[in-house]
């Protein structure tokens, strides 16, 4: 089936240092991709839609100047975030359409300390 | 604006019980329902549902979607420990691309 690779797993940086977070799809194009971020004890909440070859649409009260996202192949997106502080602490998670539906990467837990 | 409300929030069954989860929809315009199962990492991919009435199965899971009263069930009989996960529902919309809209989520227990 489809595999979305997703890394780093887990990163803890310090507040106002900037991380990557990269999500490939291993073994199919993904023209777009998704980002969520999760907070504990809550749902999936849609960040970003990322696509291959032009600019992110992102949603609502979602800051693009902060999560930066470039999608500069067909099986390549990355997330960027941005001077981070202890807020954006969370759990983001990617995934790319397939054939069949869905396919999530495994998921990064950001800690900012 | 597309909306998918679960219930109940969360829920604490003993081994062997049986459970229903429920999912309801509003969605400008539907393409698909997919239920997933969360533990400690990603989403895992249950079923995807796109006609009335049909019942999909896999095990002890299964799941029915009824697009006249927009909302769906997942069924989990002789439940196990193992089973104890956050189930999400989420929903696709053909006028939002491939965009997904998820529900809350209903937490699972299952006691021994």
């Known amino acids: 089936g489809a595999v979305v690779s997703q890394h780093p797993s887990w990163v803890i940086c310090k507040s106002g240092t900037s991380v990557k977070i990269e999500c490939r799809s291993l073994d199919f194009q993904a023209t777009t991709m998704f980002w969520y971020r999760q907070f504990p004890k809550q749902s999936l909440m849609l960040m970003a839609t990322s696509n291959e070859g032009s600019k992110a649409t992102y949603e609502q009260g979602v800051e693009k100047d902060k999560f930066l996202i470039n999608h500069a192949s067909l099986t390549l997106s990355t997330l960027t975030v941005t001077s981070a502080h202890p807020e954006d602490s969370s759990f983001y998670i990617c995934?790319?359409?397939?054939?069949?539906?869905?396919?999530f990467g495994s998921g990064t837990r950001l800690t900012v300390v | 604006e597309d909306k998918v409300v679960q219930s109940p929030l969360s829920l604490v069954v003993h081994e062997g019980d049986t459970v229903t989860l429920n999912c309801s929809y509003e969605?400008?315009?539907?393409?698909?329902l997919l239920w997933y199962k969360q533990e400690k990492k990603a989403p895992t991919f249950l079923f995807m549902l796109?006609?009335?009435?049909i019942e999909k199965k896999s095990g002890r899971l299964s799941s029915i979607l009824d697009k006249k009263e927009l909302f769906s069930i997942l069924n989990i009989t002789a439940t196990q420990t193992g089973d104890s996960a956050i189930y999400l529902c989420?929903?696709?919309?053909?006028?939002?691309?491939?965009?997904?809209?998820f529900g809350g989520g209903t937490r699972l227990m299952v006691k021994p």
């Open positions: 969605v400008t315009n539907f393409r698909s």
């Open positions: 989420a929903v696709a919309d053909n006028n939002a691309g491939n965009m997904l809209t």
């Open positions: 796109t006609s009335s009435g």
């Open positions: 995934s790319a359409r397939d054939t069949y539906g869905y396919t």
